[in-house]
């Protein structure tokens, strides 16, 4: 039997799918660290980005300062969080090296996206009277939004793939199953897990692009 059909086997087995440690409740566990994650790095990120955009000032320093923090692994920051006081927050840990890690394409894509809307429109925009806080929400934001929510979608499915850390901090998700799966030295289980990562992942890609094949044409860019 090949590596694949007992992995097969084994990710068809009911067996698999019931109880705390079974498929459904990993799957759940995975599914809401990942909607978190990304929510917190949502809520830092673009905010920031936005405002940095939209001033056009201190923007390519910021991306510049986030873009190197991907040069370090996020086992990395998981490894060092876990030695200091964050280490006795449960899952506190793997949040903030979640965080961390989702925030460079939220911030990058934000703030390119920003600085790319046509500024002839903004200087229309100022000339009819409007603040700055309506040019930002109802000129700058709707036309950059494209670019934006690709900076979302890229950093939803890089934290679905590396959610899985979780499980080495004593975490849930799907990695759990990957970590049991070699703590059984059980190929099928760890390879199952795996699998599960990735359809996971192609998911979420698919998600969010019948999202945006849906939304409004303004919001697509006009494409």
Do not use: K
């Amino acid at each position: 039997m090949s590596t694949l059909t007992a992995a097969w086997h084994w990710l068809t087995d009911p067996a698999h799918w019931s109880g705390d440690d079974g498929i459904r409740h990993r799957l759940l566990q995975h599914l809401v660290l990942t909607v978190v994650c990304l929510a917190v790095s949502c809520a830092l990120a673009l905010p920031v980005a936005l405002v940095l955009g939209h001033l056009g000032r201190g923007g390519a320093l910021a991306v510049n300062v986030s873009n190197a923090g991907r040069a370090v692994p996020t086992f990395a920051v998981l490894v060092l969080l876990l030695l200091t006081p964050v280490g006795r927050w449960g899952e506190g840990p793997t949040v903030v090296a979640l965080v961390l890690f989702a925030v460079p394409p939220l911030l990058t894509n934000a703030y390119v996206g920003m600085r790319e809307v046509d500024r002839g429109v903004v200087r229309a925009a100022r000339g009819m009277g409007m603040t700055g806080a309506q040019m930002l929400l109802r000129v700058e934001l709707p036309l950059a939004l494209p670019l934006v929510m690709t900076g979302v979608r890229i950093a939803a499915v890089q934290l679905v793939a590396t959610a899985t850390i979780a499980a080495l901090a004593g975490g849930g998700g799907l990695g759990r199953i990957i970590t049991a799966g070699f703590n059984l030295a059980s190929t099928p289980q760890v390879v199952g897990g795996a699998i599960l990562v990735a359809a996971f992942a192609l998911v979420v890609e698919g998600v969010f692009e019948a999202a945006e094949r849906l939304a409004p044409v303004w919001a697509r860019g006009g494409r």
